[in-house]
């Protein structure tokens, strides 16, 4: 379920009603259970809305409670099969998202603090239901939006926007640092791109230190997690569901794609790309500019793009070094 203090639920739906929103066909369980909200498969409960986008994925639903899974076409015999109503339709992460939007929104923030922490300028709007820890100075022109908890010692930049977040102790975010925005997420629907709805939350640790203008974006379903101790420089971009480590190192300009899972102790060059779903073992090295498409195991140096390992990608370059010069000669 969407944690209450970022998001609203609205009113339940039935099955029935839900596949009629999505233009899926009911095959299995009661058109009339109720659904209250979206899950992932891993979270799913009796009131629950998942989806399937493979036939293969729904062996993961077998033994589990689940409302409704909107699943592909052809899916007749395992929905059979199943505890909970399963409706197909040709495009489950569409049917998904229209859900979604049907039943959760985010909290408006209009309603300020009466009662403002001692070290927060006057320009900066504190909702009334955000928690300020003690000793915390926030800066000109910020905005803390509903439900946004702030541990004690913590130090917000001027123009710092912090939503759906949850922040530890001695924290330091540098001016016009994004916390907590929607992340990135579309389908294509007959009319064009559908927002997948974004109903998790940043969580960061205590004594992480956030750099000017990087945005680090709430999780889809689950959280986006950032590791105690870690450091992140300026202009970094952390998409949704990243899951990164702690006492890692993040220097300017990287760009980390959705559900990344980077383990302690983790160092990035300037300008590292990763691709979605990748995982970089504790105590990975990324040079500078490499951009990764492949998992990096624990402890080894990855560089290049497309990345390898350091002393491949260092003998490949004095291979074509030495190739252009005997061209040229």
């Known amino acids: 379920m969407p944690d209450s203090r970022f998001f609203e639920t609205l009113a339940p739906l039935s099955a029935g009603d839900a596949a009629k929103i999505a233009g899926a066909r009911l095959v299995s369980g009661d058109a ?20 399937c986008e493979k036939l293969k994925g729904m062996d993961a639903l077998s033994g589990k409670t689940f409302g409704l899974c909107f699943a592909p076409e052809g899916a007749e015999e395992t929905a059979s099969s199943l505890a909970g109503a399963v409706a197909l339709v040709k495009q489950p992460r569409l049917a998904f998202a229209l859900l979604g939007a049907r039943l959760h929104r985010s909290l408006k923030g209009h309603e300020e603090a009466s009662v403002r922490p001692r070290g927060a300028h006057p320009s900066a709007f504190i909702a009334a239901t955000a928690e300020i820890g003690e000793d915390t100075e926030i800066g000109p022109g910020a905005f803390i939006g509903p439900g946004v908890v702030i541990g004690a010692g913590a130090r917000i930049g001027h123009n710092v926007t912090i939503t759906h977040a949850l922040i530890g102790p001695n924290v330091r975010i540098l001016p016009g640092a994004r916390i907590g925005q929607s992340g990135f ?145």
């Open 32 to 51: 009339n259970t109720e659904l209250t909200h979206v899950a992932p498969l891993g979270g799913a409960g009796a009131c629950a809305v998942v989806y």
């Open 185 to 329: 997420g579309f389908v294509p629907g007959p009319e064009g791109l559908v927002k997948v709805p974004q109903l998790g939350r940043v969580t960061i640790g205590a004594g992480v230190e956030i750099g000017a203008n990087t945005t680090i974006d709430r999780g889809a379903l689950e959280d986006t997690i950032i590791g105690d101790g870690t450091k992140i420089d300026n202009l970094v971009q952390i998409g949704h569901n990243v899951r990164l480590g702690r006492n890692c190192v993040i220097a300017a300009q990287c760009g980390i794609s959705g559900s990344c899972v980077i383990g302690d102790g983790v160092m990035m060059g300037g300008q590292v790309g990763l691709a979605d779903h990748l995982t970089i073992g504790a105590g990975a090295m990324l040079a500078a500019g490499s951009g990764h498409m492949r998992d990096v195991p624990d402890g080894e140096t990855w560089g290049g793009r497309p990345a390898r390992p350091v002393k491949e990608w260092l003998r490949e370059t004095a291979a074509l070094a030495k190739m252009s010069k005997k061209r040229n000669g």
